[in-house]
């Protein structure tokens, strides 16, 4: 009976043994199935384009807490772009502003231009206006010299009377 109690442990530890290789097999299987599919889901990770902006995620779900969610973003997302609009408006205002500023710079520089021509044209009339005045003025000064001296000359020959001839 001995043999036979060795005989039938002998033969359950053999089918254990076959039963664990078979299920240890079937995991090294799966394992490797597993192992193959997340070495793809890596390569999928790192492949992938992580600007969250750009997916517009929408939750699906029953849960209040996640509709709030939504409606919030969606709340956000429209002040966003009536901020933007706003922002768009006052930009244009001011780029409108800016141009009407250098328009009227210019037109004021021109007429400041302008009258500095003026101004200078009218100071060199003036000048050679003046240089005029001072030529005749010095003209008339050397004149009225000539004029003092010959009639100097004149009163001397009056004051002194010449020496009569005798005949």
């Known amino acids: 009976m001995k043999e036979i109690i060795r005989t039938v442990v002998l033969v359950a530890l053999i089918v254990v043994a076959v039963y664990f290789a078979f299920v240890v097999n079937k995991v090294n ?17 790192t492949e992938f384009d992580h600007n969250l902006n750009d997916l517009e995620l929408q939750f699906i779900g ?25 922002f768009d408006v006052k930009v244009d205002s001011l780029g409108l502003l800016i141009r009407e500023l250098q328009s009227n710079t210019e037109n004021q520089l021109v007429i400041l231009k302008r009258d500095q021509d003026e101004t200078s044209e ?36 009056l004051e002194t009377p010449p020496p009569e001839k005798k005949k």
């Open 29 to 45: 299987l799966r394992m490797d199935y597993l192992n193959a599919q997340d070495s793809t889901h890596v390569v999928r990770i």
């Open 62 to 86: 029953r849960g209040k807490h996640i509709q709030q969610f939504q409606r919030d973003l969606n709340i956000i997302r429209q002040d966003l772009a009536n901020t933007v609009r706003r």
């Open 122 to 157: 009218h100071l060199t009339q003036f000048q050679r206006q003046t240089n005029r005045t001072l030529t005749d003025i010095q003209t008339a000064v050397s004149r009225v010299n000539r004029e003092k001296d010959d009639l100097e000359k004149r009163v001397k020959v």
